[in-house]
Nanobody
Framework: QVQFVESGGGLVQAGGSLRLSCAAS????????MGWYRQAPGKQRELVAT???????NYADSVRGRFTISRGNAKNTVTLQMDSLEPEDTAVYYC??????????????WGQGTQVTVSS
């Protein structure tokens, strides 16, 4: 129903930057929020940042001021600019979208994840 293409993960030194991109496709009739969650080894998945269809943003306290989320020019795309990265940001980052698909109700969908590793 909904597929994701995620890109931009990798290995970076502390203080460096990475940019994650995500494009959602498939049977999408409407999109509410898109964004990113992350999961570190041994921890629960947690919100990083989301953005609504009208540009309202929401950030985790741990990344506010360092990360910037934005909608792409293409439909159903989102980017996450990550600056001043810290080793604690190391995790698998998952693209997220709240959309109306074939179920005709708002549902949450997740990408396959991209690894971000920050070395100290």
């Amino acid at each position: 129903q909904v597929q994701f293409v995620e890109s931009g993960g990798g290995l970076v030194q502390a203080g460096g930057s990475l940019r994650l991109s995500c494009a959602a496709s498939g049977t999408i009739f409407s999109t509410n929020r898109m964004g990113w969650y992350r999961q570190a080894p041994g921890k629960q998945r947690e919100l990083v940042a989301t953005i609504s269809s009208i540009g309202s943003t929401n950030y985790a306290d741990s990344v506010r001021g360092r990360f910037t989320i934005s909608r792409g020019n293409a439909k159903n795309t989102v980017t996450l600019q990550m600056d001043s990265l810290e080793p604690e940001d190391t995790a698998v980052y998952y693209c997220y979208a709240s959309v109306i698909s074939t179920g005709w109700t708002w549902s949450d969908y997740w990408g396959q994840g991209t690894q971000v590793t920050v070395s100290s």
